[in-house]
């Protein structure tokens, strides 16, 4: 960025200080490369959200551009990943979610006993969001 050379800082703590700083400041955002798509696509065969799921993903997460939760620039960087037991209607085992689909897909076998029902995980994938925004991504 302009040459500048942006070291880490100690502690996360800083980290997340210098780039509130930074993102407040009034430096000129130099935004990467495009994304293409905000949802990373899967591999494997998409499997159908079975019916005890369904519901929930469907309302908090599910949808195209138009999702019911806010986003910067509507990128939506939230990644949903399901770890299922017994008792949803699918075998048990890891999951990824694809939002965009609506659909399941299978990434391996349960790391060790699972109990009955599902189990989500979320993630932030903060790629789209730098690209898009630079280094005033941070806080948003």
Same mark, same amino acid.
């Given at each position: 960025?302009n ?32 994304v #293409?798509?905000?949802?990373? =696509?899967?591999?494997?065969? /998409?499997?159908? @959200? $079975? ?5 929930? *993903?469907r309302?908090?997460?599910?949808g ?36 965009? #689909?609506?659909?399941?897909? =299978?990434?391996?076998?349960? /790391?060790?006993? @699972? $109990? ?5 995980? *979320? ?8 690209a898009?925004y630079?280094?005033?991504a941070?806080p948003?």
């Amino acid at each position: 960025m302009n040459g500048e050379l942006i070291t880490m800082p100690s502690s996360s703590a800083d980290f997340v200080q210098e780039a509130l700083a930074r993102a407040r400041s009034a430096a000129p955002v130099e935004p990467g490369p495009a994304v #293409r798509s905000t949802t990373p =696509r899967r591999p494997g065969e /998409p499997l159908s @959200v $079975p019916p005890p799921l369904d519901r929930v *993903l469907r309302l908090s997460l599910a949808g195209g551009r138009l999702r019911p939760v806010p986003s910067a620039g509507a990128l939506h960087p939230v990644e949903t990943w399901l770890l299922v037991g017994a008792g949803c209607g699918i075998p048990p085992g890891r999951y990824g979610y694809d939002p965009g #689909r609506h659909r399941l897909f =299978r990434e391996g076998d349960p /790391p060790g006993p @699972v $109990p009955d029902g599902a189990f989500a995980a *979320l993630g932030a994938r903060v790629g789209p969001t730098v690209a898009h925004y630079g280094h005033r991504a941070w806080p948003l």
